[in-house]
T-cell receptor, first 117, second 111 residues
């Protein structure tokens, strides 16, 4: 149980275009989803927290107008990288917290590799 | 949010038991301790979670002393496929859990 699916697993786009990444909780309702970014040889960096039906909360230094997050349902959150540039190339990972119990661990998707050319 | 400190890297050999210790001096009363494993180009995979004393599952054990200021992940009889980065995190879990990752421990298992 507690499966989190990300799509696509990898994407290549041209500079200036926008890319949407989906994060779905397949077998539970995720009231909260988290988006992380990971550069090579580095740890995961939390970008934002999204709660179903409300605006996302961004971490300091993360541009909310560049990284648009939508959490329209209890099973889907999307991250849109707008006007992507090569420096946005990274590994993006989502995680989801459910209502199973207050101490249930977060489960992570398998990540999306974004390459901006 | 509690900060964690782990060794950056560890080496081991197949069949050995590996213990990775994590320090979290500022852990809060309601915080849980959770360990994740990450392979290259994959998302972190949940290994084990605990609050106090000892927790064991089919893949690992987690030892937490009474003061909860540290924890030790124990991997019995590691194999080459256990080569990965291991992250110790503390915080609330579930739908309120905002987890901040530290640098993690890169475990290299040698034949």
């Amino acid at each position: 149980g507690a499966v989190v699916s990300q799509h696509p697993s990898w994407v290549i786009c041209k500079s200036g275009t926008s890319v949407k990444i989906e994060c779905r909780s397949l077998d539970f309702q995720a009231t909260t989803m988290f988006w992380y970014r990971q550069f090579p040889k580095q740890s995961l960096m939390l970008m934002a927290t999204s709660n179903e039906g409300s605006k996302a909360t961004y971490e300091q230094g993360v541009e909310k107008d560049k990284f648009l997050i939508n959490h329209a349902s209890l099973t889907l959150s999307t991250l849109t990288v707008t006007s992507a540039h090569p420096e946005d190339s990274s590994f993006y990972i989502c995680s989801a917290g459910g209502i199973v119990s207050y101490n249930s661990p977060l489960h992570f998707g398998n990540g999306t590799r974004l390459t901006v050319t | 949010l509690a900060k964690t400190t782990q060794p950056i890297s560890m080496d081991s050999y197949e069949g050995q038991e590996v213990n990775i210790t994590c320090s979290h001096n500022n852990i809060a009363t309601n915080d849980y301790i959770t360990w994740y494993q990450q392979f290259p180009s994959q998302g972190p995979r949940f290994i084990i979670q605990g609050y106090k004393t000892k927790v064991t599952n089919e893949v690992a054990s987690l030892f937490i002393p009474a003061d909860r200021k540290s924890s030790t992940l124990s991997l019995p009889r590691v194999s080459l496929s256990d080569t990965a980065v291991y992250y110790c995190l503390v915080g609330l879990s579930g739908n309120t859990g905002k987890l901040i990752f530290g640098q993690g421990t890169t475990l290299q298992v040698k034949p």
